[in-house]
């Protein structure tokens, strides 16, 4: 029963739902990056031992995989999520260390004393799957942002094959250039994600792809591994060479990396 003179109900507003937009991709990886670091205590008359251990991981989608990128914004704020699928896992991915150049030293007046040896290192095989994730948020520390210029980086996760053995373990590289903060580059010491690399995408590229448009893209990797330069380029992008080794401890890695990316629509 309603009484003469009472205040209508009040009534709650529903707050609008997120927005979702889903751009459907087609992407085709191809790619390699092989590290070679030298080891070297070898001396005119004391024991030691010198080699070089090399490193190499090589990967391809071997075809057009499926991704989807959304993007789920809040209305009214002007900030959005970005999130990509992973592709399913196919073509392949390798990964082989080796050791050359070996060399040894011993005394020259005593008996010789046993070296331990070089590494032993193996080979694997496995399968890839990519996608792409959001890069840092230019002036932000949060995962809301406006969609404008907002960087997307290519991901490349191995799956199956074995894991280095620790003598021969590949290496985690540091990365210098632009896009690089949340950048990685491994030659993939075990399975799961080996490589996050700069695309010079964002997500306004992507979510404006039309039909027949593709969007291509070479990653080129070269310098050493404390702090390797990356540089993004148009096909079909400058040949990386491995660099000297000069001194024991010196590790240098060079890589190239080819995008193509496609409406699926």
Not at 57 to 62: A, C, I, L, V
Not at 185 to 199: E, F, K, Q, R
Not at 231 to 250: F, I, K, Y
Request: charged share 20%; with cysteine; proline share 8%.
């Amino acid at each position: 029963m309603a009484y003469a003179g009472a205040a209508p109900a009040a009534t709650t507003k529903k707050p609008a739902a997120p927005k979702v937009k889903v751009a459907k991709l087609q992407i085709d990886v191809a790619g390699f990056f092989e590290a070679r670091e030298l080891h070297d205590t070898t001396s005119d008359c004391f024991p030691g031992e010198r080699w070089i251990k090399t490193n190499s991981y090589s990967f391809e989608t071997g075809r057009f995989v499926d991704i989807n990128v959304r993007n789920i914004s809040l209305p009214g704020t002007g900030q959005s999520v970005v999130t990509s699928s992973l592709s399913r896992s196919g073509g392949s991915a390798r990964t082989k260390g080796s050791i050359s150049d070996y060399d040894s030293t011993n005394h020259c007046d005593r008996p010789a004393e046993k070296l331990e040896g070089p590494p032993t290192c193996s080979a694997s095989r496995g399968k890839t799957s990519v996608a792409l994730t959001p890069g840092e948020i230019p002036g932000s520390d949060d995962e809301l942002a406006p969609l404008k210029g907002r960087p997307l980086l290519l991901s490349v996760r191995r799956s199956g094959g074995g894991t280095d053995p620790l003598r021969c373990a590949g290496q985690v590289v540091g990365l210098s250039g632009v896009d690089t903060e949340l950048a990685a580059i491994t030659t993939s010491v075990a399975p799961g994600v080996a490589a996050v690399l700069p695309a010079n995408l964002d997500a306004v590229k992507v979510f404006a792809i039309r039909r027949n448009q593709r969007i291509r893209r070479v990653v080129t990797v070269q310098g050493p591994c404390s702090k390797a330069a990356v540089r993004v380029s148009r096909p079909p992008g400058p040949t990386p060479s491995p660099g000297p080794l000069n001194a024991d401890g010196d590790c240098r890695i060079f890589g190239k990396v080819v995008i193509t990316i496609r409406s699926r629509r």
